[in-house]
């Protein structure tokens, strides 16, 4: 199997350890290709982004092990953009290969309050109730919402876990996927990323770090997504070197289930379909 991630946080943000640890740990487990995609920084507070002063010595740290590891292993400097009113575009910031865009954070229009989506069950049952008086399908059409005009405005090389508002859905707490609305807002954001042809990164990191069983997207996801040729990459949303390919075979297996032959890596600086 071709080794890769494209999804990776270390101390720089949200995850632990020196960027070179997760180097070393992919060297060991035969990996062709890493990316760094710390979270990038963003214009309200967040205990999770990389801050503003710490940008500099991140791209640094990354151009000096590219040059340290070229013989070994390609690595690559991204980073995953938050997409809100007014945010910075990364995309053309010099030295940045990639950009993984997500959307963690939804703007309270009244108050300016940003609302997370991908938090704790605590913070998305105060999102609910604080911008959308607990209207899970106002929340959830929101979120979508917010997916496609990131797509259509600043479109990233990958998109992050596509289905994160299922993280804190346990036991269909909040709502079943096969509901009608759901399903609608989930084909109206496939279509648009058919047209830009955006990357689907299947991510394992929520079932490394206990918050889901699969990978987001779901399964019927990413059969749609076969349907319309659209592709996709294995990512395992990394916040320890330890889990750099945490439920890669069972990935792998799951694409390949689905009809999957290849996913799209960024290899010998160019997009590639890559046997899986």
Known sequence: MFKSTFHSHSRFDDGREELEDYIKE???RGF???GFSAHAPVLFDSIWNMR???FDEYMATTKALKEKYKDVIEIYTGLETDFYPQCIDFRAVPGIDYTIGSVHFLKHEESGEFLSVDGSPEDFEY??????????????RAYYGELRKMLCTMPPSILGHMDVFRKNNKGNKYFHEDDAWYRAEVIKTLEIIKQSQVIIEVNTG????????????????????HDMGIPVMINSDTHHPETIDFYYPEACALLKSIGFRHQRVLFGDEWRDIDL
């Open 127 to 140: 999102s609910l109730h604080k911008g959308f008086n607990g209207d899970i399908q106002a929340f959830g």
């Open 32 to 34: 062709q290709v890493f």
């Open 206 to 225: 929520g079932i490394s770090r206990g918050y889901v069983t699969e990978p987001y997207p779901s399964r019927w996801i990413l059969e749609a997504c």
């Open 26 to 28: 992919a060297i060991n």
């Open 52 to 54: 503003q002063e710490s």
